[in-house]
Every structure is written in structure tokens, then in C-alpha cells.
Nanobody, 124 residues
Framework: QVQLVESGGGLVQAGDSLRLSCAAS????????MGWFRQAPGKEREFVAA????????RYADSVKGRFTISRDNAKNTVYLQMNSLKPEDTAVYYC?????????????????WGQGTQVTVSS
């Protein structure tokens, strides 16, 4: 079955950078779309960014455009989220998710597979 394992979260200060990784296994992902979502305490899980595994088409939430970059390494079956200029409002648990076909979408209901999440905390 599909397994997604996130890593790279931590505690940083405002303005710092972090890179999250999502290692995927269990399937051939060439026709998948991969997404990053986040959930802060008391809030709904929200879309952050997504990418298609094949051609690398991307989509970002307006709140992270210009600061976050999603990418993938096909050889390693790993998706990354490079987060720069972090703000306290970026504090959340970040989840990796997989969708069995393109295109990239921003709805969490379109993604069938989820990782366990990694905590990102940004102090002011």
C-alpha cells in the first residue's frame, strides 16, 4: 500500500528556512499528484502546495507563494517543500498527501493517501 513519511519539521525563528521531505513508497507514482497541507490547532486542514510527479506542474496557496517551493526527486521517490521567510502564522502540522491522478488540486478531499505529519513551529 501507499506509504508517505514526512520529515524535516522543527522549531525555528521567524525569517528562517526549513525543508520538509516526504518519502513515498508502495506504488509507482509516475501518474500521481503530490500535495502538502497543513493544520494549525483549532483550524481546518488547508492546502499549501502540490506537484505532479510526471511533468512537475505546481500549484501554491496564495499565502505561501514566493516563499515556499515544492519539488520532487523521481529517483528517490521523494517530494520536498522548501520553506523560506517563515512566519509565526506558518506554525502547523504539515502533511504530505498523494492523489492517484493529475492534475494538482487544492482540495484535501481529492487526496486519498496521507502521511502522519510533521510539526513546524515558528517563533516570533
Amino acid at each position: 500500500q501507499v506509504q508517505l513519511v514526512e520529515s524535516g519539521g522543527g522549531l525555528v525563528q521567524a525569517g528562517d528556512s526549513l525543508r520538509l521531505s516526504c518519502a513515498a513508497s508502495g506504488r509507482t507514482f509516475s501518474n500521481y499528484a503530490m500535495g502538502w497541507f497543513r493544520q494549525a490547532p483549532g483550524k481546518e486542514r488547508e492546502f499549501v502546495a502540490a506537484i505532479t510527479w510526471s511533468v512537475g506542474s505546481t500549484r501554491y496557496a496564495d499565502s505561501v507563494k514566493g516563499r515556499f517551493t515544492i519539488s520532487r526527486d523521481n529517483a528517490k521517490n521523494t517530494v520536498y517543500l522548501q520553506m523560506n521567510s517563515l512566519k509565526p502564522e506558518d506554525t502547523a502540522v504539515y502533511y504530505c498527501a498523494a492523489r492517484e491522478r493529475p492534475p494538482v488540486t487544492s482540495s484535501r478531499f481529492d487526496y486519498a493517501y496521507w502521511g502522519q505529519g510533521t510539526q513546524v513551529t515558528v517563533s516570533s
